[in-house]
């Protein structure tokens, strides 16, 4: 079993900052891609933000220049520094993972709980 623990998430006003941060912990082999997901009210699941195991990152064009995708390998951990946060990023923030788990051989798709991000005006 995998687990993907995210904190970070909360109430902050317009043009202010957090950092996201997802930990993942279990019989894992190897991490691939890891990426943040959300989901606001009648919304689809939209990919905010991707990192492969070798650096390269993605982002959304909402969130390009404002948001940064990192990860530790060392600690199996991404995070994700959000500035100047606007109402609309307001959702709650999934974080993925791409893992090889040590019983398998091939990658399957993991999520973490949902961490809730409010934008105030």
């Known amino acids: 079993q995998v687990q993907l623990v995210e904190s970070g998430g909360g109430l902050v006003q317009a043009g202010g900052s957090l950092r996201l941060s997802c930990a993942a912990s279990g019989s894992i082999f190897s991490v691939n891609t890891m990426a943040w997901h959300r989901q606001a009210p009648g919304n689809q699941r939209e990919l905010v933000a991707g990192?492969?195991?070798?650096?390269?990152?993605n982002y959304a064009d909402s969130v390009k220049g404002r948001f940064t995708i990192s990860r530790d390998n060392a600690k199996n951990t991404v995070y994700l520094q959000m500035n100047s946060l606007k109402p609309e990023d307001t959702a709650v923030y999934y974080c993925?993972?791409?893992?090889?788990?040590?019983?398998?051989?091939?990658?399957?798709?993991?999520w973490g709980q949902g961490t809730q991000v409010t934008v105030s005006s």
């Open positions: 993925y993972a791409l893992i090889v788990l040590t019983n398998s051989p091939h990658q399957v798709q993991w």
């Open positions: 990192i492969t195991s070798g650096g390269t990152t």
